[in-house]
């Protein structure tokens, strides 16, 4: 199906009445509605962008303390066309907007200084949590287009490289010492992310360096994802001049630090033991922290469901489910990844709820 057919199939979906509709239009109203608030905020001064930083934290944040339900979930939606097209509306939003916000933050929109803030702000956060979010679960989409889109998110923040090493090594090596994105028991976020960065980089290169010895077809993975960042410097910088550079410098930066950020929460200080034969045991819902809140996994596209996603890589994000028997967080994933960056408060909420590590005899 091409990608204006699952566009279509979305719009189908919203209208029509049975549980996977309901949980669509739950879906594109969460993640949507911060770019309907920040569009006219450009127009109208900035107020709309108030709103859209209202809504996509503290907001966000009652109705998870508030709403007795859980996130959408739609059983066996593992082909589920409206799904891919919110993804692809999503993504292909995101890319225009992207350029639309450097030129308007970099002086081309006559804005107040609170305006122009709010404006960073919101955006910034819509990217960090729902572009992030939706470029992951398009990179493992079996269709090429949607993992180019995937990609092209990805790229645009300077993160593309992300898109190799979150499916090529994370995904092998989770909850073991070899997984760059795991974060070690008692490693405060900025040790993990001075250390994951770079060596993230170095682990996704070097798979696809060594898949490309086996199948060479195409330019390497790298050279699009690096050109992919440099093509979005050179538009920053044609459209807003140095001003520009920085204000997509700034976005890129704070989309970053709130995807290690995901990362640091979803694994922290868990590790998968050794079997008799050498090799980890499976992954299990015991080494990813869930979080069954409402409205940030609409937002996050069920990205909270993080050990399903796991289990099932491929499933599209509406069956995502809470398995039993898995590890929960005391609140909510951006509330946590907000407490991460006090390490003194993460440590006195999270330690004390790690399980039993492996023996280091048993230890990967």
Known sequence: MTIQGRIAALWVALRGGDEAARAM???????????????PGLAIGGWGAVLALAFISPAVWMLDRFAARAAPHVPGADEFP????????????????????????????????????????????WIGQVSNSNAHELIHRQDRRLRALGVAVYASVGYGHHASAHRLVHHRFVATEDDPNTARRGENFYDFA??????EFRAGHQMETLLRRRVRRGPHPYVVYLGGAALAMGLAMALGGLAGLLVWLGLAAWAQVQHLLSDYVQHYGLLRARLPGGKPEPVGPQHSWDAPHWA??????????????????????????????GLRLPYSLPVMA?????????????????PPAPPPSLRL
């Not at 239009?25 to 569009?39: G, K, N, S, W």
């Not at 001075?194 to 060596?199: D, M, T």
């Not at 996050?300 to 890589?313: Q, Y």
Request: hydrophobic share 60%.
């Open 25 to 39: 239009r739950a879906f594109a109203m969460i993640t949507l509605l911060p770019v309907v608030l920040l569009v």
């Open 82 to 125: 409206a799904a891919d097209g919110l993804s692809a509306l999503l993504a292909l939003t995101h890319l225009v907007l992207l350029p639309v916000m450097v030129w308007a933050l970099a002086g081309g929109v006559d804005l107040s200084g609170w305006a122009r803030a709010a404006l960073f702000a919101g955006f910034g956060l």
């Open 194 to 199: 001075r250390r994951a960065w770079p060596a």
């Open 296 to 325: 940030s996994s609409a937002l996050m596209l069920n990205a909270p469901r993080h050990a399903d996603h796991h289990a099932h890589p491929g499933r599209a994000y509406p069956a995502l489910d809470l398995p039993d028997g």
């Open 338 to 354: 907000t407490v991460a960056l006090v390490p003194p408060v993460w440590f006195r909420l999270m330690d004390r709820r790690l």
